[in-house]
């Protein structure tokens, strides 16, 4: 793994920007995989950024997101269907239809995760991985676990992550129990990982990953065997880290 240490998260979106524009520019018709969360919204508006500018031609792309709230659909603003339109899709000149997110709205997790599956493997190789770290080192809603799931599943978010997430609800009773994400083999195939972590909460957690054991406990660990993991990391995520 290469860890970039960053002053703040300014810089950690530029730099991230930066190495996704790469991507789209040395292979136009690449297949970005994305995320969500507050990590990698400063990464979205730097490449809107280059995309206003000129610099920068989605036309080609094809995206592939990690995650979504079972039972939320687009038009729901907590949706990761809804956050990626927001921050990213309808700014940009990306065709909507080469655009993925798995399909919240369909209450039979099999059929959701076997169809996004099928999605995955029609798409080809991710070029590049995008991932944001959870609190609890998560990875898309790969939670915690006693193995690394290889394709896309259902899961039941952890406490951890409910807590964490209700600031985004009205109420914690608002925040869905269970989720679809891709799943951990998914993520190690992608050509390329670039992690963007972020403030002193996740100090703990990121030296868990960078440093301890490689286990499904710690799902992010896996990232060590990558051979091309990348993790941009601001200094108060790093505090904890002897790099
Ligand atoms: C969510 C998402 C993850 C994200 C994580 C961290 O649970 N499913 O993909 O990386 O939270 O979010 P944040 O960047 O807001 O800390």
Redesign the pocket.
């Known amino acids: 793994m290469k860890v970039y240490k960053v002053k703040d998260y300014q810089e950690l979106s530029r730099k991230a920007a930066n190495i996704i524009a790469a991507q789209v520019i040395m292979k136009p018709d690449c297949v970005l995989g994305l995320?969500?969360?507050?990590?990698?919204v400063g990464t979205y508006d730097n490449l809107t950024a280059m995309y206003e500018k000129g610099d920068l031609d989605f036309s080609s792309v094809t995206t592939v997101n990690?995650?979504e709230y079972k039972g939320l659909d687009a038009s729901n603003d907590q949706s990761?269907r809804y956050f990626m339109n927001t921050h990213l899709f309808n700014r940009v000149n990306i065709p909507m239809e080469r655009t993925f997110v798995p399909d919240g709205t369909e209450t039979d997790s099999e059929k959701a995760c076997s169809a996004y599956n099928e999605i995955l493997h029609s798409v080809g190789t991710v070029d590049l991985q995008l991932?944001?770290?959870?609190?609890d080192g998560?990875?898309?809603?790969n939670e915690p676990a006693d193995y690394f799931p290889d394709e896309t599943h259902c899961v039941d978010?952890t406490e951890v992550?409910i807590q964490?997430?209700k600031r985004f609800f009205q109420s914690e009773a608002d925040v869905p129990r269970q989720?679809y994400?891709m799943g951990i083999g998914t993520i190690m195939r992608a050509k390329m990982v670039l992690v963007?972590v972020?403030?002193a909460d996740?100090a703990d957690i990121l030296n868990q990953v960078i440093t301890g054991p490689v286990t499904p406990q710690v799902p992010a660990s896996i990232l060590q065997f990558h051979p091309n993991a990348v993790i941009i990391a601001d200094e108060a995520a790093l505090s904890k880290t002897d790099l």
Not at 35 to 40: D, F, K, L, Q, V
């Open positions: 995320a969500t969360g507050s990590s990698p990690l995650d990761y991932l944001g770290l959870g609190h998560h990875i898309g809603f978010l992550t964490a997430n989720a994400t963007v972020s403030g996740k």
